[in-house]
C-alpha cells in the first residue's frame, strides 16, 4: 500500500513569509495527490489536487504545489503567508485504480502577526 | 445539501461500553469511509464502502465494526470501546473527481 510522509511537523513562519511544505509518497504507479488544510477545531477542507496534466497545480487562497514525479513529490508551496494560515496541513495520495486514501501525519503552520 | 453529517459531536464511554457513531451524506456518493485522527500520525483509515452493501477493511480495523444499508448511512460501531479508542473519528465520502467530503467529526473520549 502506498504511504505518505510530511517532513516538517511543526513550522513556526512571521507573516509574508514564504513557506513550503515537503510531501514524499510512495508508490510506483498512477496517483491522485491531495493537500487539504484543518483550522483549529473544523474539519479537513480541500486546499488542491493533482490528478494529470501540469503538474504546478494552484489551489484556494494562494496556495500551489508542484508535482515532481521522479522525486515522488507533491510539496505545497505559498509565497506570503498570512496569520490566517495558522493550521494543520495534510498531503494525501490514492493510487488512480483505487479509493484506498492515505494521508500523512500532517505539519503545523503557526503564523506569527 | 447538508454535505456529510456526523452524529454525536462528543461522546465519553467507559472501558467496555459499545456504541454507534453515525454518518449521513446527501450527495448520492457510492463512496464513504471512516477515519481516526490521532496527533501525529494523521488521519488513518478504518473502514471504507464502495457503495450499498459493500465493505472493506482499511489500515486500522480492528476493534470497529461497519455496515452499509443504504448509500446515504455508514455507521461505525464499537464493539467493546477501549482506552485506544480515544481519538477523533470523521466520515467522508468521495465524489466523482476523488474530492473527499468530511464532516464535522466526532470526538470519542473511552475511560
Known amino acids: 500500500a502506498q504511504s505518505v510522509s510530511q517532513h516538517n511537523h511543526h513550522v513556526i513562519l512571521s507573516e509574508a513569509a514564504s513557506l513550503e511544505l515537503g510531501c514524499n509518497y510512495s508508490?510506483?504507479?498512477?496517483?491522485?495527490l491531495f493537500w487539504y488544510v484543518q483550522y483549529p477545531g473544523q474539519h479537513l477542507q480541500l486546499l488542491l489536487k493533482?490528478?494529470?496534466?501540469?503538474?504546478l497545480v494552484k489551489g484556494i487562497k494562494g496556495f500551489e504545489a508542484e508535482f515532481i514525479k521522479s522525486k515522488f513529490s507533491f510539496n505545497l508551496r505559498k509565497p506570503s503567508v498570512q496569520w490566517s494560515d495558522t493550521a494543520e496541513y495534510f498531503c494525501a495520495v490514492n493510487s488512480g485504480n483505487n479509493n484506498d486514501m492515505r494521508f500523512g501525519a500532517g505539519t503545523r503552520l503557526t503564523v506569527k502577526p | 445539501n447538508a454535505g456529510v453529517t456526523q452524529t454525536p459531536k462528543f461522546q465519553v464511554l467507559k472501558t467496555g461500553q459499545s456504541m454507534t457513531l453515525q454518518c449521513a451524506q446527501d450527495m448520492n456518493h457510492e463512496y464513504m469511509s471512516w477515519y481516526r485522527q490521532d496527533p501525529g500520525m494523521g488521519l488513518r483509515l478504518i473502514h471504507y464502502s464502495v457503495g450499498a452493501g459493500i465493505t472493506d477493511q482499511g489500515e486500522v480495523p480492528n476493534g470497529y465494526n461497519v455496515s452499509r444499508s443504504t448509500t446515504e448511512d455508514f455507521p461505525l460501531r464499537l464493539l467493546s470501546a477501549a482506552p485506544s479508542q480515544t481519538s477523533v473519528y470523521f466520515c467522508a465520502s468521495i465524489g466523482n473527481n476523488n474530492e473527499q467530503f468530511f464532516g464535522p467529526g466526532t470526538r470519542l473520549t473511552v475511560l
Open positions: 493533482y490528478f494529470s496534466g501540469d503538474p
Open positions: 508508490y510506483g504507479g498512477t496517483v491522485n
